[in-house]
């Protein structure tokens, strides 16, 4: 518990969900993006806008796979400051580390 932070969510990331919100609902409206049916654009927005807010977030780790397009969509307009990090690829693989076996 000592490495996490408490974030509230504040105006300022508000109006950033909104802004990312207006992104991915203007690409699931033209069939760009599909998403499921659980509420994932506007919850996802939410984590997506303060993680976006708090300057040393290099990358936003999850085992969501649609987090990953959200993510992509959302950077195609430059707007997110991190990188998708899939949990289920091994970090060899995500920063192209050689992973030899030992001797």
């Known amino acids: 518990m000592?490495?996490?932070?408490?974030?509230?969510f504040n105006l300022q990331h508000a109006t950033l969900a909104g802004k990312f919100a207006k992104i991915l609902f203007d690409?699931?409206?033209t069939g760009e993006i599909v998403v499921n049916q659980r509420n994932v654009i506007p919850?996802?927005?939410?984590?997506?806008?303060q993680a976006n807010c708090i300057?040393?977030?290099?990358?936003?780790v999850t085992s969501d796979?649609?987090?990953a397009g959200l993510i992509n969509?959302?950077?195609?307009?430059?707007?997110?400051t991190f990188d998708h990090m899939s949990i289920i690829l091994p970090h060899t693989n995500?920063?192209?580390i050689l992973d030899l076996p030992e001797k």
Do not use: M, S
């Open 94 to 96: 995500q920063f192209g």
């Open 73 to 80: 969509r959302i950077a195609e307009n430059n707007a997110v």
């Open 55 to 60: 300057e040393d977030i290099k990358y936003f």
């Open 65 to 67: 796979t649609e987090a």
């Open 2 to 8: 000592r490495n996490l932070r408490i974030v509230p």
């Open 27 to 29: 690409a699931k409206k």
């Open 43 to 49: 919850n996802d927005v939410k984590i997506f806008a």
